[in-house]
């Protein structure tokens, strides 16, 4: 059966079909929120508070409105968002364009400074895995790539989850969305790392300096020792921070590089791992198809690639991010933006425009802009595999929900 994806477009005519006020909210109840929630039901609204860089995240008021209209149908609302990985500033010393976000303080500070505190929400800001990203649960997961998944902690605290993601380009993934926000914004810390480089920790002890001790002083949970030269890990006690990785200096724990087919592959195990974990049926999926940078949050902000879509709403997260790619793919691209760089797009009708934003290189590791207009269908990977593994069908009806502005 195909699965129902509803949308309200990005044009407004009044306040009575404002985006942020009215169609956010409704599309919430399109999709039989209201019958579910019994009162005082913790409802927990998973979004992306944006890189300090990056000008393109979500707006406060679109999560602000959620909350009031979970209150009105008599749940209990919290914002939530989960610890990047690697080092804190405070600790590494360096700001980067993905550094900021790396545990509750540093993103809160972020979070406030982009507008989302208590007050603006009207409900809490948590981060799903604590607020050092060591809140975990270890989910079994029938994956391609994972077994177990280290899955948010915090997630067993609430009744109802709702994914309020922006929909945008990614430059491992293809784009970023729903299936995205569950993968990667649901794990933990090391759960993001996880899915990221997908490995196993490779230790040589060869290269441990005798004197040094910053991972032993850092790691959270007392894991790790040394005797003489040799570093010893508790696996039992690990809270799979990565912390250790990050800050040791003389690669004596190190993991090799994922490939974008690898980074998708792990991610979409993860987000199944989550699902698995917290139940189908208590989560609701709103993708905001506006500002679609080629880039996702986690980095600063370009121009978008075609103009603004709406909102989209389902429970099925596969086919809402399939109905936000095929409208984006009926758009017309925005012409100052990276897309208008390509000098040779093969086809010169076409309007895959995902199959050209800006990728990772997987040989070099490093950002191609794609000026030859080289086709790269990652996009279609993530929705391939995330069908595959049962998380939701690309098979779809659009619901096209219409305001009547006019109604008293
Ligand atoms: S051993 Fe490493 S990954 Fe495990 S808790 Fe300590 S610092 Fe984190
Ligand atoms: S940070 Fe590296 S060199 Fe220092 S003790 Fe840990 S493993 Fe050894």
New binding site residues.
Partial sequence: MKSKVYYFIARTQSHKDSMSKVKGPLSLEKIGIKGKVKNNDKIVIKTHFGALENERYLRPSYIRFLCDYIKEIGGDPYVAESCGWGLPEEISGVHTEYSGRCNEQEYLNVAMQHGFTHETMGAPIIMLDGPDG?DIIKQPVAGKRFKEVLVAGRLREFDYLVMASHFKGHIGTGFGGAIKNLGIGCVSK?GKTQAHMGKEFNYNFDKCVAECSK?ID????G??TKDKNKLN?DWE?????????SICENKVITFDNSTSEDLITQAVDSAKAVVDYFGKDKIFYINFAIDITWRCDCGPSDLPIVPDIGILSSLDPVALDQACIDLIHKSPMVHSSVLSEIKNFPNKNTSEWFSYIPRINNETNKLDYNIDGKINKTWDLQLQLAEEIGLGSRDYTLINVEIDVDKK
């Avoid at 850092?218 to 949970?221: D, E, K, R, V």
């Avoid at 006690?237 to 990785?245: A, E, N, P, T």
Wanted: aromatic share 10%; charged share 10%.
């Fill in positions: 060591i090391g991972c850092l790691c959270p949970s894991a790790l890990k006690k690990c809270c799979y921070c990565y912390m250790c990785q």
